[in-house]
Each structure stands twice: as structure tokens, then as C-alpha cells.
Nanobody, 125 residues
Framework: VQLQASGGGLVQAGGSLRLSCAAS????????MGWFRQAPGKAREFVAA????????RYADSVRGRFTISRENAKNVVYLQMNNLKPEDTAVYYC???????????????????WGQGTQVTVSS
């Protein structure tokens, strides 16, 4: 397993959760790592991504200001702090990483080479 996501759960609207993604193997060399999510009956969508150097980040409009992506390079871990959660944030959240040679953040899921198994986030109203 190259990407292992954890931290999902059930939370009330307005609450917070922090997701973690531990990278191993080739994925641990990735410069760009991100989070996507997929709600039932919907396509997988971009949530946030971060670059290894300089900490450049990018967010989907729907989560900007509520979610924060960060990483600990020494531990090969990426986090997604999710605050002020809404019922529409309910989805399976996937950690993803681009090929190690790439340094540009992208939002298209097809541009990510490695994927984790997903962790369920459920926000009740």
C-alpha cells in the first residue's frame, strides 16, 4: 500500500475532522499530493492539493476557507483539516499523489498516479 488514508468518521454539521495520508514506497517521493472526494452517485472531485517545496496549495471553491491541507515531509504525511463541515461534504475522501517527477499542482484526477483506499466522512445535519 503506497497511500494509507485515515481519520474519517461521523460528525455533526459545524464540526471538524482531520484526515491523514501516509505515503510509502514510490508515492513517498511525490512532490504533489492531494485529496479528492466522491459522494454517492457523483463523480470524484478535487478537494485540495499541496506541493512539497514552498508549500504551494490549491483548493476547490467549495472548501476554500474551511479546509486546510498541510504536510510533514519528514514523515511523508499529508493532512486535511476540515472545519465547519456541512452535510454536502459527506463523501469518501481519497488521498492521491502525482508522479514523483512532477512538481505542478493539478486538479484533474487523471493527473494523479497513486491513490489511497479512501476514508468515509459523514456529516449529519
Amino acid at each position: 500500500v503506497q497511500l494509507q488514508a485515515s481519520g474519517g468518521g461521523l460528525v455533526q454539521a459545524g464540526g471538524s475532522l482531520r484526515l491523514s495520508c501516509a505515503a510509502s514506497g514510490r508515492a513517498s517521493s511525490s512532490n504533489v499530493m492531494g485529496w479528492f472526494r466522491q459522494a454517492p452517485g457523483k463523480a470524484r472531485e478535487f478537494v485540495a492539493a499541496i506541493n512539497r517545496y514552498g508549500g504551494g496549495t490549491r483548493y476547490a471553491d467549495s472548501v476554500r476557507g474551511r479546509f486546510t491541507i498541510s504536510r510533514e515531509n519528514a514523515k511523508n504525511v499529508v493532512y486535511l483539516q476540515m472545519n465547519n463541515l456541512k452535510p454536502e461534504d459527506t463523501a469518501v475522501y481519497y488521498c492521491a499523489a502525482r508522479s514523483p517527477a512532477i512538481t505542478v499542482i493539478q486538479t484533474l484526477k487523471n493527473s494523479y498516479h497513486f491513490w489511497g483506499q479512501g476514508t468515509q466522512v459523514t456529516v449529519s445535519s
